[in-house]
């Protein structure tokens, strides 16, 4: 077969290692690329060469000029998520998907399901599900995190359980439309022989027989959680029930889990000073969230990043509240809630250090992305710490 990798990012490559032995493998990446497959849009517009089939990277946008060409030149665009389905078909697959809670709902099931059995946990959290195909034994369970992009090409209807945890305003820019974006979600439902909605997303799928109300189920007390990720708890021991796992089992994990990191996550207290540290938070949506959890006493809250077109006038702000924004996406923050503005995050905490001595929570969640100034949430989760320490 001719097939074309549209995007040469983490998935593109895992794509094309899998494919390059046994069929004609080309390449398409923004950055040129020296190889000899390599075709640049110039090129594909050029020369209109056919395929097989193309398989789309999550970072090509269907409204990108690139993607609109590699339809109208190939039989049919997949993900690699979809190509990955095609070699797994007899395992048993969870698929998780929604705007937020995506990688701590994948790491509660991998927490709770790794106890009697084998798992992979695969695809947006941050390994491709194609990379780990030869290690994937026949009676493994995959657990995918799924992005929106990622469902956008995925066509195989063999979940056996999908997980949808919300669907909030996020990433409509990157989108058609919010339509778009919440049928992108929903696209799981068809997908999956069971699926977990909440009471929200209930009224979209009022005929389906195969739905477990999140709503409904059973509290499994975690003492560690706070009130939004003890649904997700919820959720796992639920599904975890079903593989065997017995009662002290369960209760016996909530003592092992751990959230990930940057995410809610409490550093330390400096004085009257607590810092809080939710990188991770790329959203209007997930900042809220974490407000919701600390608002027991004012915050200082830290916004900044790349923003995604978002209205940051409904950040969740209380009276005594002070919003400080910084990198590029400031002014815009500045103008819209806050109260003053910095341009890197070194300067932020410098002046909240000098500045502050009555009692607030500072609560680090830029609600941006982070690729302004750092490689990734990581990256700038990482920054905060050493800041705040020195």
């Known amino acids: 077969m001719r097939i074309l990798i549209l995007g040469f990012s983490l998935s593109g490559k895992s794509a094309y290692e899998l494919l390059k032995d046994n069929h004609n493998v080309y390449i398409y990446?923004?950055?040129?690329?020296n190889m000899d497959n390599y075709f640049s849009y110039y090129r594909l517009k050029k020369e209109l060469p056919y395929f097989d089939l193309v398989i789309r990277s999550p970072g090509i946008k269907q409204t990108s000029k690139i993607y609109q060409l590699a339809v109208s030149l190939s039989k049919k665009v997949i993900s690699e998520i979809e190509l990955g389905l095609s070699y797994i078909q007899d395992n048993y697959i969870i698929g998780v998907t929604g705007s937020n809670g995506k990688t701590t709902l994948v790491n509660m099931l991998y927490h709770l399901l790794s106890k009697n059995n084998r798992v992979h946990k695969l695809g947006n959290i941050g390994v491709p599900l194609t990379s780990k195909i030869h290690e994937i034994k026949k009676d493994d369970i995959v657990i995918l995190e799924l992005s929106s992009f990622q469902l956008e090409n995925t066509y195989r209807n063999i979940f056996d359980i999908g997980i949808i945890t919300n669907i909030l305003d996020n990433h409509y820019d990157s989108v058609f439309s919010k339509e778009c974006y919440i049928a992108s979600k929903l696209k799981l439902v068809n997908l999956s022989k069971v699926i977990y909605l909440p009471n929200e997303l209930l009224t979209y799928q009022k005929r389906r027989k195969n739905i477990v109300k999140v709503n409904d189920l059973r509290e499994y007390t975690n003492l560690n959680l706070n009130k939004y990720n003890q649904i997700y708890w919820n959720i796992a021991c639920d599904i975890a029930r079903k593989f065997n796992l017995n009662e002290k089992d369960i209760e016996e994990s909530q003592y092992f889990f751990k959230m990930d990191h940057y995410r809610m996550e409490k550093i330390l207290t400096k004085g009257n000073l607590t810092f809080i540290n939710d990188s991770k938070s790329t959203s209007i949506s997930s900042t809220n969230a974490c407000l919701d959890v600390y608002n027991d006493r004012p915050r200082i809250l830290i916004l900044g990043g790349i923003d995604k077109k978002e209205n940051f006038s409904k950040i969740k702000?209380?009276?005594?509240?002070?919003?400080?924004?910084?990198?590029?996406?400031?002014?815009?923050?500045?103008?819209?809630?806050?109260?003053?503005?910095?341009?890197?995050?070194?300067?932020?905490?410098?002046?909240?250090?000098?500045?502050?001595?009555?009692?607030?929570?500072?609560?680090?969640?830029?609600?941006?992305?982070?690729?302004?100034?750092?490689?990734?949430?990581?990256?700038?989760?990482?920054?905060?710490?050493?800041?705040?320490?020195?």
């Open 317 to 390: 702000k209380q009276n005594k509240d002070i919003i400080i924004s910084y990198g590029k996406s400031k002014l815009k923050i500045f103008n819209s809630c806050g109260d003053m503005y910095f341009e890197t995050l070194d300067e932020v905490i410098k002046y909240i250090n000098k500045s502050y001595k009555k009692e607030y929570y500072v609560v680090f969640s830029p609600a941006c992305a982070s690729f302004d100034q750092y490689s990734s949430y990581i990256e700038r989760g990482e920054k905060f710490n050493k800041l705040i320490n020195l």
């Open 29 to 33: 990446d923004k950055k040129k690329i």
